[in-house]
Every structure is written in structure tokens, then in C-alpha cells.
């Protein structure tokens, strides 16, 4: 069936370094995707979103990038700071199942001092 | 503004009983969705509602489940009969009316964490 992966369950970043949190999606069909944060104990918040008719969306110190040939997308965080060690999910979407989202296994960032 | 609300934060129940979840969407919202988050894994879709209307249930279980989303007042997340499997965290998310868009954003409550003994 369609599915929503991360190639790593784990990252471990040196504080002030930039991270790079990878996405595979199989459904050729997903036009909007989300990058949520989750710490522990608490729900998922929201960090950006990108529609598939854009290759490239920035915020405050992120960036997400989606590659719909290969169907891939990444979330990359500037200058990481401790308070974003979360696990990091990734969410897509499309039309002819609207609303219901579905959700990657998660990748866990761990920044050390 | 207050965020989506979830009530209890925490629930423990024994097996064969009954649990019931309560979510308040943000206001202005009119979209709830119930998704289930077992440890360590990524969330799981349950059920999408409008007011007074189950638009898609396709990730809820065929027995014990239901969900409700009435006129007035929360939505609820009803399981009975719990069983030790039930045990997970359960999120409710929120968005806007956005009418057949897919771009619509979720915002999510901070889960009621059930235990079943």
C-alpha cells in the first residue's frame, strides 16, 4: 500500500550544526505535505508545509525541500539548538483522501552540547 | 485563541471497560481528526468528522470504536470494551473549513494518554 517512511530513526547533532531529516513517499498522488515536531509528552506541532506545485519553502531556520521526482522530502534545520531535539515526523496529503493525513515512522534528534 | 483541548490528559482504565476522549477544536475550526500514536511510532489516522457528520472513518477499528462530533459541545472518541492493545496515546487535530482543499493544516491537541491494566 502507499506509505510514508524516514530513511533515519535516529540523529544526533552537535549544537550550532545544521540537520538534515530525510522523507520517502510512495504516493505519486500527495500534493501537500507538513513537517511536525513532536517532544515528548506532547502532540505534534506544527514547523512548515509545502505544496507539491513548490520545490523549496524557507521559515525562521528551516527549510524544506521536496523532490517529487524521486519523491522525496527533507527538512533541514539551521543552527541547531538544544530545544530542537524532538522527534520529527513527516505528514502528506492528497486530494482523493482528504484530511487524513498520513504519518511517517519519525526521526529522533538528539542535539548534544 | 485557545489551542485544541483534550480531556483527560491522562486516562487508565481496566480491561472491559469503557473510555471516553474528549477533544475541543480551536475556535473557528469545524474539522476534528482522531489519530492513534502507539509508542515509539508515527501517528496513525482514525476518523476525520465535521459537525454532525463522519466524513471518513476508514482508520477506525469495525468494532469497539466510534466517534461522535454533535451540534454542541466536544467531540468524542468513544472505546468500549477496552482491551490491552487499546493502550496509545490519542491525538485529535483541528483545521479550519477549507472546503475540498487539501491544503489545510492540522493543529493538534496534546493527546490523552490511555492505559489499560
Known amino acids: 500500500g502507499e506509505s510514508v517512511g524516514l530513511h533515519l530513526p535516529t540523529l544526533s547533532v552537535q549544537e550550532g550544526d545544521n540537520s538534515i531529516i530525510n522523507c520517502a513517499y510512495s504516493?505519486?498522488?500527495?500534493?501537500?505535505f507538513i513537517w511536525y515536531k513532536q517532544e515528548s509528552g506532547k502532540g505534534p506541532q506544527f514547523i512548515i508545509d509545502i505544496r507539491s506545485n513548490m520545490d523549496k519553502r524557507q521559515g525562521q531556520r528551516v527549510t524544506v525541500l521536496l523532490n517529487k521526482t524521486v519523491k522525496h522530502l527533507s527538512l533541514q534545520i539551521a543552527a541547531t539548538q538544544p530545544g530542537d531535539s524532538a522527534v520529527y515526523f513527516c505528514a502528506e496529503n492528497s486530494d482523493d483522501s482528504w484530511g487524513k493525513f498520513q504519518f511517517g515512522a519519525g526521526t529522533q534528534v538528539v542535539v548534544t552540547p | 485563541n485557545a489551542g485544541v483541548m483534550q480531556n483527560p490528559r491522562h486516562l487508565v482504565r481496566r480491561r472491559g471497560q469503557e473510555a471516553r476522549l474528549r477533544c475541543s477544536p480551536m475556535k473557528g475550526h469545524s474539522h476534528v481528526y482522531w489519530y492513534r500514536q502507539l509508542p515509539e511510532e508515527g501517528l496513525k489516522f482514525m476518523v476525520y468528522l465535521q459537525k454532525e457528520n463522519i466524513i471518513d472513518e476508514s482508520g477506525m477499528p469495525k468494532e469497539r470504536f466510534s466517534a461522535e462530533f454533535p451540534k454542541e459541545g466536544p467531540s468524542i472518541l468513544r472505546i468500549q470494551q477496552v482491551v490491552r492493545g487499546d493502550s496509545a496515546a490519542y491525538f485529535c487535530a483541528s483545521s479550519p473549513p477549507g472546503g475540498s482543499s487539501s491544503y489545510n493544516e492540522q493543529f493538534f491537541g496534546p493527546g490523552t494518554r490511555l492505559t489499560v491494566l
Open positions: 504516493n505519486s498522488a500527495s500534493d501537500y
